[in-house]
């Protein structure tokens, strides 16, 4: 089955992303209970690269295809899971990207759509939230996603964010707010882990 890569984010709308976003059908991975476990010898780099037995996945629809079935567990640790099977693997950091964004709107009218590195697109609110960690010296933006899961903003991306929270708090708000979807996110505020 040929895979066609999404339009270009800044040629979509915000509306026109919520119903693809929308149409997205995951598999139920959340109501896999497989017996059989085992390690998948997969490894997700700090950098969102997927390799396998030590050798990069260059595959892009490989990757989108592990990802589909890719859940983070209760203990915290990752698993590809089937209906039969549920295969460990290691993740460095958050096994997805936050490589592209686009805003419409202004204050708590706007929203923020973000493209992961497998294609998705996602638009942040309150069940995708921003999550800022690290510390006031290094912060580390990151999406929250569906089950347990995260994308890491990139940083090219989370600059974006950045000019436009400054550009709307005006010179007397330090406080770094930023709305999408009808929820404020702090950039300035700094979650632990």
Known sequence: MPYDPPPELQDLSLADIAGLVAARKLPPVEKWTPAHQSD????????????????????????????????????????????????????????????????????????????????????????????????????RPYLGLWRGLEARIERAVYYDLVELALQEAGEADTSLPIWSDGTCFRLDRIEDA
């Open 40 to 139: 998948s010898h997969m490894r997700i780099a700090a950098d969102g690269r997927w390799y396998h037995q030590g050798g990069l996945i260059s595959r892009p629809a490989m990757v989108r295809l592990f990802a589909s079935v890719l859940r983070r567990e209760p203990d915290g640790r990752y698993a590809l899971v089937t209906p039969f099977e549920q295969q460990w693997i290691e993740v460095e950091d958050a096994p997805l990207l936050a490589v592209e964004l686009k805003s419409e709107g202004t204050g708590d009218q706007r929203r923020l759509a973000f493209r992961l590195n497998t294609d998705e697109l996602v638009v942040a609110g309150p069940e995708r939230p921003i999550i800022m960690r690290g510390d006031a010296d290094e912060p």
